[in-house]
Each structure stands twice: as C-alpha cells, then as structure tokens.
C-alpha cells in the first residue's frame, strides 16, 4: 500500500510562488509516475503536471513556463514549484501516484489534498 501526504499549500498573493511537496510512504518502490491534480469548487479534478518514473514531465498549458515538476526518488517525494501564481490557480491541489501492483494492473494512490490561495 502507498500512503502519500502533500504540504505546502497555503494563501499568496498574485506573482507569488509556493513549492508543494508531496511525500510517499509504504510500499514506495511501487510507485511509477507521479503528479499533482487541482480541483477548484464546482469545477472537475485536472492534471496539472505529472513525471514518469524515468523524469520525463508534462503540463497543463495554464501552468507551462511557471510550474516545475520534480521528484527525488531517493526522499520518496515529488515537489510543484508554482511561481506567478494568479487567482485562478486556487484549489485544492492532490498529488497523485501511480502504483505499479503487477504486470497487467496499475491504481491510483492520492493525498488528502492541500488548499493553495492566490489572492488578487
């Protein structure tokens, strides 16, 4: 089992910056890509950036040029480094993991979440 838990999050202003963690437990070895999802309230849960297990990485057009993506694999951690932050980057930000159980299946393993505030 993989037990993960982000921090980081809190309340900023606009063009501020934050750095989410995210750290894993458990089972981590398991653990293929990584990511972090936001959810605003009334809005659906969209990927924000994911890593592989190899540090190929991908971002959602709303945050290329000022999110960055990281993991340090020897920590059992993924960080989001947010940087130019704007209001409408508020939500609920969800790291997400990828567990390898055997060959044939993969599940989703997710934190409790961490609130990000950008104030205007």
């Known amino acids: 089992q993989v037990q993960l838990v982000e921090s980081g999050g809190g309340l900023v202003q606009t063009g501020g910056s934050l750095r989410l963690s995210c750290a894993a437990s458990?089972?981590?070895?398991?653990?293929?890509?990584m990511g972090w999802y936001r959810q605003a309230p009334g809005r659906q849960r969209d990927l924000v950036a994911a890593i592989t297990g190899g540090g190929s990485t991908n971002y959602a057009d709303s945050v290329k040029g000022r999110f960055t993506i990281s993991r340090d694999n020897a920590k059992n951690t993924v960080y989001l480094l947010m940087n130019r932050l704007k209001p409408e980057d508020t939500a609920v930000y969800y790291c997400h993991g990828e567990v390898v159980v055997n060959s044939f299946l993969r599940q989703d393993a997710w934190g409790p979440g961490t609130q990000v505030t950008v104030s205007s």
């Open positions: 458990g089972s981590t070895l398991s653990i293929d890509g």
